[in-house]
């Protein structure tokens, strides 16, 4: 402090101290807020019984019913000894967590916040209403990363599922795939009006990406356009490329790519069309 | 006149119990206005095209000093949240300008954040956190402000601190929204429909407050559509109708404006009083229905004489000319009337 004042004012006077609002520093929400934010948006997401259940519940379940399949302990040709459980149904299981959390949860919120009026009011803050946005991002990579270290936990410990080959590029398949599906939700926030339909577009959009990316049975059977495309689009690509790290081969391509892509797209769309009321 | 150490101290004490820390470190806006809006204009677009657009402000302009609590008044659609809206730059004015402390809300938004406190009408919060958790989510946003805790209690809502908002009575919600827009230890509040929703003893108990902040010199901006409110609390009161300032003052200006007087209505079923209270000094006229009479005091008269107690003026002639008279009252014009005035019937608006 090199401006303390030393003598008192006058008490009788009228004049306005020495500072006047333009010696004020604009005050900046600081780290406490952020952190009073990020653990508000936890509560929130706790506290949403449903959309906490569903995205580490439902990936459980459909990886426990198909790894009890004895048809996946086949081991894949080419893979170093991984089987169809390693290449296949675990990945599925982390690009479920992923794409629930992002596609169907997440809009759901930034739009309940939106219709509520809370990013409005949030605007009248010293915090801006992006904080909202960005700490419920980090709560939902929280709630993410929980799901995934169930599934894995479960996969590892009770289905024998191996270890991916390549661990490195199977964590940063998940930070673009997480990018990726991120933006897509962003995307349903962005266009959505209401909550509700926050929520059925990102069902739809949860559907068609797991439909077309083999969440239903492996995309050999769909037409050859649609699998391609498929493998390009989010779940598919994540799908592929989880698979790989899984198996220790080379990432495809087109999945990396497609990946990306969506990130890019996606969020530049998603920025663009973002109403804040 | 208060001076602003006077005020300070008073700040300590009164609304917050001591919970304001460090108000001196906040600016002083003694001396300059703490809200002005200056011939803003504000139109939103119809969604229909080929529709001209809305006009919800045409030069509009505002002031309140600081330490002033000052009312907009106004029906439904009049723009008195499109108002709030520009003043805690949620929005930008086509034309005109709008200051707080002396800052563009736009332009220094940071800054205005500090120091301006705004409870939004319509705006909900996080309806999954109980009202403690909002509070200290809110305080968090603001370097200085008040203590969370006694806030909760202030606004009467310790018994319900650990209650979700979205489990909460539409009153004690609006209860939160007032907490939050003063958690901040703000120089200015907005209040928009502050008592909406609450039943009498919250308004009264909501009105004390508001009086604690005039105490603590807190600039507030009450937008309603409560005269009683208005009136109880505003050092003066904008009218707004249609977008436009109809008249501006204090209730009594106003009234007197829009060129009301003070009344008696009585009964008598003597033939002769109609004439003999026509006649008294101080009355302008007298209407007859039936047997009840109503006498209308004159203009007050320009010259500093005293004005006339138009009550002990009629009792004493009815007493003196043996004249029976019955239910004498008094009716003072209230804010109420004067708005009527002023906005029901255009000529009458300056």
Redesign the interface.
């Known amino acids: 402090m090199t401006t303390v004042r030393t003598t008192p ?1 006058d ?7 020495p ?6 520093t ?5 780290p ?2 952020w ?3 990020t653990v ?1 948006e936890a ?2 997401v706790a ?2 019984t449903a959309g906490l259940v569903v995205p580490l519940g439902m990936p459980l379940l459909i990886l426990v019913m198909n790894g009890l399949s004895p048809a996946l302990d086949q081991v894949v040709p080419g893979t170093g000894g991984r089987t169809a459980l390693d290449v296949y149904v675990v990945p599925l299981t982390l690009t479920l967590v992923v794409a629930m959390v992002g596609v169907v949860n997440m809009p759901s919120f930034v739009a309940y ?1 939106r219709r ?3 990013l ?2 949030l ?5 801006s209403p992006a904080m909202v946005l960005g700490a419920q991002a980090v709560v939902g990579v929280a709630q993410i990363l929980l799901g995934i270290a169930l599934a894995l936990g479960v996969a590892f410990a009770w289905l024998g599922a191996s270890p991916p080959a390549s661990p490195g590029v199977a964590a940063g398949v998940l930070v673009l795939a997480i990018a990726a599906m991120y933006a897509v939700g962003m995307l349903v926030a962005a266009v959505a009006p209401t909550p509700g339909s926050a929520v059925a577009l990102g069902l739809v959009a949860f559907f068609a990406l797991g439909a077309l990316g083999g969440m239903f049975g492996s995309r050999d059977q769909l037409p050859e356009a649609l699998a391609a495309l498929g493998g390009r689009l989010p779940f598919g690509a994540a799908v592929d490329a989880l698979g790989a790290a899984w198996a220790g081969v080379e990432a495809p391509v087109p999945a990396l790519v497609g990946l990306t892509v969506t990130t890019v797209v996606a969020g530049v769309a998603a920025a663009a069309w973002f109403r804040w009321e | 006149m208060r001076g602003p150490e006077e005020c300070r101290k008073s700040r300590v004490r009164v609304v917050t119990g001591g919970t304001r820390a460090a108000t001196a470190t906040l600016p002083s806006v003694v001396g300059m206005t703490a809200l002005v809006a200056q011939h803003v204009r504000k139109t939103y677009r119809t969604r229909r095209r080929g529709r001209p657009p809305v006009v919800a402000l045409d030069d509009v302009s505002l002031t309140v000093a600081p330490g002033e609590v000052a009312g907009v008044l106004g029906r439904n659609g009049a723009g008195k949240s499109t108002t709030v809206e520009l003043l805690a730059g949620v929005r930008a004015p086509d034309a005109g300008w709008v200051r707080v402390l002396g800052l563009d809300p736009r332009g220094d938004r940071a800054r205005v954040r500090t120091v301006l406190g705004v409870q939004l009408q319509a705006a909900s919060l996080h309806g999954a956190l109980t009202v403690r958790e909002l509070v200290r989510l809110y305080r968090s946003f603001y370097r200085t402000g008040l203590d969370p805790d006694r806030l909760v209690e202030r606004v009467g809502l310790g018994a319900s601190r650990d209650t979700r908002f979205e489990r909460l009575s539409g009153g004690q919600q609006q209860r939160v929204s007032v907490a939050l827009a003063l958690v901040g230890a703000p120089r200015a509040v907005i209040l928009d429909e502050l008592t909406t929703g609450l039943d009498p003893e919250a308004r009264r108990s909501m009105w004390a407050l508001v009086e604690d902040l005039r105490a603590d010199g807190v600039t507030v901006l009450l937008v309603s559509h409560l005269m009683e409110e208005v009136e109880r609390l505003c050092d003066h009161v904008t009218i707004l109708d249609a977008g436009r300032v109809v008249a501006r003052g204090t209730s009594a200006e106003l009234i007197d404006r829009a060129g009301l007087r003070p009344t008696v209505t009585l009964r008598s079923d003597d033939p002769g009083a109609v004439d003999l209270l026509a006649a008294l000094p101080g009355v302008e006229r007298v209407d007859a229905a039936g047997s009840r009479l109503t006498v209308t005091a004159a203009p007050a008269p320009v010259t500093s004489a005293p004005p006339v107690d138009l009550l002990q003026t009629v009792g004493a002639a009815l007493a003196a000319a043996g004249v029976v008279a019955t239910e004498t009252r008094l009716r003072r014009p209230t804010l109420d009337d004067a708005f009527l005035a002023l906005t029901g019937s255009p000529l009458e608006a300056p």
């Open positions: 004012p008490p009788g006077s009228l004049e306005p101290g500072a006047g609002p333009t010696a004020m604009p005050a900046r929400p600081g406490g807020a952190l009073a934010l508000a509560r929130m506290r949403d916040y509520a009026g809370i409005r009011r605007g009248v803050t010293p915090a």
